[in-house]
């Protein structure tokens, strides 16, 4: 059963402050990663998707990484801001059962 | 604009009173799935289904239903609720079941009295 773990639960950054966001899964046969943004009280809104075969994918600020043989997938946010502030969350997309398994999240807090 | 709709945003009901929260998106996508959230237990997959008339249990499929007459719509059915199942619930899309992002609505928040 594939597990997905995001540790710490919560951290809290200075503003400008450079940071990594990390994801581990205890599967390596997935389809792809995605990672999340979630505001309190709102839906969730995909930030990166990294297909398995990929390394990783840059968007603006943001960038995630793939080790699929590790298990592993970082987050790294550039240069944060306080509208950065939210719940991070990843999830992995197993195939074989099309199944979207996620973490639980990592709350951010970028403080001005 | 490309969008996942959920209704009611909102519900409060009573124990055993059948209910019904809808779903539907308008990006012609084959996949719908439904989650819950629980403070502590995270997003867990209730439903999928990968076509019309094709869906399938997730992890916490007990004590809910489904159906995918529609391509554009995939209903979460809860015949009889019950104050476990108080919960903020997901609907979710994508193309297809493979290598695709999933888009989210924007939830439904049930209390179940």
């Known amino acids: 059963k594939q597990e997905v773990t995001q540790i710490p639960a919560a951290l809290s950054v200075p503003e400008g402050e450079n940071l990594v966001l990390n994801c581990s899964f205890t599967?390596?046969?997935?389809?792809?990663l995605q990672w999340f943004r979630q505001d309190p009280g709102k839906g969730l809104t995909s930030l990166l998707l990294i297909q398995s075969s990929q390394r990783e994918q840059t968007s603006g600020r943001l960038n995630a990484s793939l080790d699929k043989s590790s298990g592993r997938s970082t987050l790294y946010i550039a240069a944060s801001q306080p509208g950065d502030s939210a719940t991070y969350l990843c999830?992995?997309?197993?195939?074989?059962?099309?199944?979207?398994?996620f973490g639980k999240g990592i709350t951010l807090s970028v403080r001005p | 604009e490309a969008q996942v709709t959920q209704n009611p945003r909102y519900l409060i009901t009573v124990t055993g009173k059948k209910l019904t929260v809808t779903c539907s998106q308008n990006m012609n996508h084959e996949y719908m799935s439904w989650y819950r959230q629980d403070p502590g237990l995270g997003l867990r997959q209730i439903y999928y289904?990968?076509?019309?008339?094709?869906?399938d249990k997730g992890d916490v499929p007990e004590g809910y239903k489904v159906s995918r007459k529609e391509k554009r719509n995939f209903p979460l059915i809860l015949e009889s609720p019950s104050p476990n199942q108080t919960s903020l619930y997901f609907c979710a899309s994508s193309f297809n079941r493979d290598a695709n992002i999933q888009y989210f609505g924007a939830g439904t928040r049930l209390s179940v009295l």
């Open positions: 999830a992995v997309f197993t195939g074989a059962n099309s199944k979207l398994t």
């Open positions: 599967d390596s046969a997935i389809y792809n």
């Open positions: 289904s990968m076509n019309v008339e094709v869906t």
